[in-house]
Structures are given as structure tokens and as C-alpha cells.
């Protein structure tokens, strides 16, 4: 086993260094104890040979992590407790957004299955380079500097399938060997849940100084649920919670960019679109200037809003659906830089000054 790697137990978990699995006998000694796996106590234990054979110690890749990231102003991780929010797509936003005031901006990439952030970037077909100083990102700008598993496959096709070890000793890899330089912002792009690489980074990271996590969610319960237990995650980590932010809440799009639609008793379906603009532009051209909005999920339990206040951590607002916004993340670039996502782009704005509030008071 690699030395600061994290052992996989008899029953799958993979802990951070010291902590007893739960299937351990009474009066486990605990992994890191000298007699870990030669006690009396570790008889018959499913993880005696695993807790005989593990590195002993505090984990000696911490001191090298936290070198590396002295060099970082700002740490910022994105959570979701659910997949399919639009996580990464705030995670790489927000990293243009940040790169546009002119500061320098790293984007790390942790969702080893579903690294997509290497497209939300503009930057597939990338590869990674070494030099004498470590790993080099790759830029998009000169100061917006991008590390993912997805420059490292050889076919963006292939799939990942890795045990959690294997995932931690790669999240490490990234902490400590990647030559970021002078940052003032590092964003970090988790996968959804609170799995192996949550622990991880938050084992890594807590040592240096990380300011907070930033979750994201959709305003229906089932995705609230989840979110509830990513926010008990982070208080249970010691990592603080920026803020919560309300993706996908409601459609608000300009009256001119929607089809119209006449249906019959029959169910038959007529596009009216044409002449429906046309009439406005007749009759009430200046309608064709609003935005029209309405709600797309159903929201029974309040919302992120109501949800932020009773577990008494920040809200930052919430962003629309907007095909514009959806248009830049496939094509890899800023939103900000696009009027056509006025909308997003302006509620993306607002967040991330109170973000940044919250981080620099």
C-alpha cells in the first residue's frame, strides 16, 4: 500500500486516517495505534491484516498538501447533495466571473467518474504537462488555470472505475503535485453526495485554512433532502457554508424567444409562433421587451430559501433556467460576457457578490 493512502475496510469504507471502521471489534485499538492488528482485541477482526499492514502516523502527504496550498488566498468548494443540479456549471462560471475581476483563479476538478468540467471550460482534448515544480494546468486564460481527471483519459468515452482509494490518492495528487502558483481563488468542483472524495477533500483541506463550502441545489424536495444532509456533512467536517444557492428556479426567458403553440380538442398541436410575434410586433411591441417567467418544479417544502433559514446557514439567491446560460456551458465560455444571458448572468452576479462577502468581509 502507498504510504498516505487511506486502506479500504473489510466492509468497503474508506476513513480518514484514525478512524475505526464500523465493523471493528470492541476495544479496537484504533488503525494508527502500534498494535493495530496484533492486539488481543483484533482476533477474528475482518480488518485485522488490513490494520497490521496500513502506514502508522498522521499522514505525512498533509505537509506537502499544506505547502502547496500556501500559495492559495482563497479555497472555495461546490457541493451538491444531488447529481443533475448544475454544480459544475456554477463551479465554472463562478471561475470566470472571478477570472474577470482580474484575479487569479484555479478550478479543480474532483468528480473522478463525471469530470465535465474540461468541457464546461472549453478545454477537451487538453493534456496535462509535467515540469520540475510539478503539474501544470491548463489555461484557459493566464490567470485561469484548470486541473481535471478528464485531460488524462485517453478517450473522453471511457469510463472511470475505481475503488475509493485509488480516487483519494489521485484527489491528493492534485492537492499536493499541481504547481498553481500565486492564487487568490481556488474552486474546487465535487461530485455530488457525501462520499469518499468529500472526505477526503475535507481531511486534505481543512489543514489549510479552506473558507467554506458553496451548495447547490434545485428547489424540489427530493433535491432539499439531500442538501440537508451535504450541509450536516459540512458542519460535521468543521468545514463552514458559504451559502446556498437555488439553481434551476423557475424559467424567465424574453417573450420573443418562446414558441407558441395552439392545441386542439383532439390534442393536435398548431405552431403559432410566427403569427403570434407577429401580432405583438403590430399591436404591443414594447410586450416583446419583457421577460416571461413561471415556476418548472414543483416546490412543496419551501424551497433552498426556507431551507437555509431553518438550518441557519446563508442564502444567496436563485438562478433561472435560462437555454442561453445552457448554451455557454456546452460551448465552454463565460456567460457574462454574452447579453443574450441577461438573465443568468445578472442572478449569477448577485450571488457571487454576496459570496464574495462572505469570504472577504
Known amino acids: 500500500m502507498e504510504i498516505g493512502t487511506t486502506p479500504e475496510y473489510a466492509n468497503g469504507e474508506t476513513l480518514p486516517v484514525g478512524e475505526i471502521p464500523e465493523d471493528a471489534n470492541e ?29 502508522k502516523g498522521p499522514d505525512p502527504d498533509l505537509i506537502a498538501i ?5 500559495t492559495v488566498k482563497h ?9 443533475g443540479v448544475g454544480k459544475s456549471t456554477f463551479a465554472a462560471q463562478l471561475s470566470f466571473a472571478l477570472a474577470e475581476q482580474d484575479k487569479q483563479v484555479g478550478l479543480l476538478d ?12 472549453g478545454l477537451e482534448g487538453q493534456e496535462i504537462h509535467q515540469s520540475n515544480l510539478g503539474w501544470s494546468p491548463v489555461y484557459v486564460e493566464d490567470n485561469l488555470g484548470v486541473m481535471s481527471i478528464g485531460f488524462m483519459l485517453p478517450d473522453p468515452d471511457e469510463a472511470v472505475i475505481w475503488r475509493g482509494p485509488r480516487k483519494n490518492g489521485l484527489i491528493k495528487q492534485f492537492l ?16 455530488p453526495g457525501t462520499s469518499d472524495e468529500h472526505i477526503s477533500i475535507a481531511q486534505y483541506l481543512k489543514a489549510t485554512n479552506v473558507d467554506g463550502a458553496l451548495i447547490v441545489t434545485t428547489p424540489q424536495e427530493v433535491s432539499i433532502i439531500d442538501v440537508r444532509k451535504e450541509i450536516n456533512f459540512c458542519k460535521k467536517v468543521g468545514i463552514p457554508v458559504l451559502g ?10 424574453p417573450i420573443s424567444s418562446f414558441i407558441f403553440k395552439k392545441i386542439a380538442e383532439d390534442g393536435k398541436e398548431e405552431d403559432v409562433t410566427e403569427e403570434t ?8 411591441p414594447h410586450l416583446l421587451s419583457l421577460f416571461a417567467s413561471t415556476e418548472i418544479f414543483h416546490v412543496s417544502g419551501g424551497g433552498a430559501e426556507k431551507m437555509a433559514h431553518e438550518m441557519h446557514v446563508p442564502f444567496l439567491g436563485k438562478v433561472p433556467i ?15 460576457t454574452d447579453p443574450k444571458c441577461k438573465s443568468s448572468a445578472s442572478a449569477l452576479q448577485r450571488i457571487i457578490e454576496k459570496l464574495l462577502k462572505n469570504i472577504e468581509p
Open 277 to 284: 410575434l407577429k401580432s405583438l410586433q403590430m399591436h404591443s
Open 27 to 55: 476495544h479496537c485499538p484504533g488503525p494508527e495505534a502500534e498494535t493495530a492488528g496484533k492486539a488481543d482485541a483484533c482476533e477474528g477482526c475482518p480488518n485485522q491484516q488490513i490494520c497490521a499492514t496500513a502506514p
Open 244 to 253: 446556498v444557492v437555488e439553481n434551476m428556479s423557475g424559467i424567465q426567458q
Open 110 to 121: 474532483i468528480d473522478i467518474c463525471g469530470p465535465s468540467i474540461p468541457k464546461m471550460l
Open 75 to 83: 479555497k472555495i468548494l461546490v457541493l451538491s447533495g444531488k447529481g
Open 322 to 336: 435560462d437555454l442561453e446560460l445552457s448554451k455557454a456551458a456546452e460551448e465552454g465560455r463565460s456567460c457574462f
Open 66 to 70: 499544506e505547502e502547496r496550498m500556501a
Open 176 to 191: 499536493k503535485d499541481v504547481y498553481w502558483g500565486e492564487l487568490d481563488y481556488l474552486v474546487v468542483d465535487a461530485p
